[in-house]
């Protein structure tokens, strides 16, 4: 019976110390988005317990999620937007394969939109494409991100939309299998197909093989494959990815030496087999369009069964473990009662400094009574208290 009691004791001294802590973690997230805003309490308030259903619908943290919206909020989104930027990265954490945190979604997501100036309202279409193609192709979710993360902004510039960005992505790490690699191959092609020889330099990447101009590229280009980079009025360039496409499309035809020809234009030497493998990989890339155009919804569809597993059900109950806490213990009483403490604290230091000399007056008095004991003036064992004792004491 008393083991019984004392467990239960420590059970319920564990379950308060879990209360506050969560009180605290909820507390700090809402400084922190505090900070970066300028909301009036009410919408505090009212974004609080939305936070708290969402998290929960999400099988999330609630501190994680108000921290997300925080993080969204310091790069200059308003509070709506931050809100939903929010929820998108949470769930592209849950459903995305090698992403661990939150952080780390919002980090790859904040790449992606602001490499292809997207706004928003488009961050939920990101993470269902990332997520269909990561289920379907031969890359994972990080991967996919991760090229994007350091070529989305280059290939976008060379006039590829999202979707074709991701497909060069996954068609090239299917043979490379490594998604840094790629991605910075992809952003040094981009390059090579403008001839962007200052750029190339200042990246650090060798220039060997890189045309002049763009004019004498299309030239020499057209010449080994029969593709040409221009569009049929021949005012405006073709995307990266039109211009693989249709290179890929005669790319058997050609020899050994023009297909190094071919490679070292589009890429250089250090670069050469990337190309050569998307090139050669190309139905990849197509497939990978056809599951981005079916794309819409995957996330949400995949975090339904994300919150069937164990883990989801039990970030769930975390989530509500918080509401709870919140609800029961709110942080303002907290706040309160450290504050008390804080000026009891400070009275306590007074109190100490005030009686600097208490110890130098207690052994005068205690010196005068004992005096007083042996002359006899005091009777029936007054005055034990003597200066001996309390030296001794001391």
Not at 241 to 255: A, P, Q
Request: negative net charge; proline residues 1%; hydrophobic residues 40%.
């Amino acid at each position: 019976q008393t083991a019984i009691a004392m467990a239960g004791v420590a059970m319920v001294k564990q379950g308060l110390r879990e209360v506050y802590n969560n009180v605290v973690e909820i507390d700090d997230a809402m400084v922190e988005l505090r900070k970066v805003t300028n909301e009036s309490e009410n919408a505090y308030s009212q974004f609080s317990d939305r936070a708290a259903k969402t998290a929960r619908d999400l099988g999330a943290s609630i501190s994680d999620y108000i921290s997300a919206t925080a993080d969204w909020s310091r790069l200059g989104y308003n509070m709506p937007d931050a809100e939903e930027l929010a929820r998108v990265s949470t769930l592209l954490k849950n459903v995305g394969d090698g992403i661990e945190s939150v952080t780390d979604a919002s980090s790859y997501m904040t790449s992606v939109l602001k490499g292809f100036d997207l706004v928003a309202e488009d961050a939920q279409k990101v993470a269902d494409l990332v997520n269909e193609v990561a289920n379907n192709e031969p890359a994972s979710a990080e991967d996919i991100l991760e090229i994007l993360t350091r070529s989305g902004a280059a290939l976008h510039e060379a006039g590829n939309d999202l979707d074709q960005a991701v497909a060069l992505g996954v068609a090239m790490n299917s043979v490379t299998q490594n998604a840094e690699s790629t991605g910075q191959t992809l952003k040094t092609v981009s390059m090579y197909l403008r001839a962007a020889k200052t750029d190339l330099t200042a990246m650090g990447e060798s220039t060997d093989g890189c045309a002049n101009s763009v004019s004498e590229l299309r030239s020499e280009l057209k010449k080994l494959t029969g593709v040409d980079m221009a569009d049929a009025a021949g005012t405006q360039f073709k995307s990266t990815y039109d211009i693989l496409m249709e290179i890929s499309k005669v790319w058997g035809k050609l020899t050994d030496v023009d297909r190094a020809n071919v490679t070292e234009l589009l890429g250089g030497k250090r670069n050469a087999n990337s190309v050569s493998a998307v090139l050669s990989q190309f139905q990849i890339a197509e497939k990978s369009m056809k599951d981005a155009a079916n794309s819409a919804g995957s996330a949400a569809k995949e975090n339904e069964v994300y919150l069937t597993s164990i883990t989801g059900k039990l970030n769930q109950l975390d989530s509500a473990f918080q509401q709870f806490s919140k609800d029961l213990l709110d942080s303002s009483l907290i706040k309160f009662f450290v504050d008390f403490a804080t000026a009891t604290v400070d009275i306590a230091d007074g109190a100490v400094k005030a009686a600097g000399a208490l110890p130098t007056l207690t052994a005068a008095i205690s010196g005068v009574l004992s005096v007083m004991q042996m002359s006899g003036k005091l009777k029936n064992g007054a005055g034990k208290v003597n200066m001996p004792s309390y030296i001794c004491c001391v």
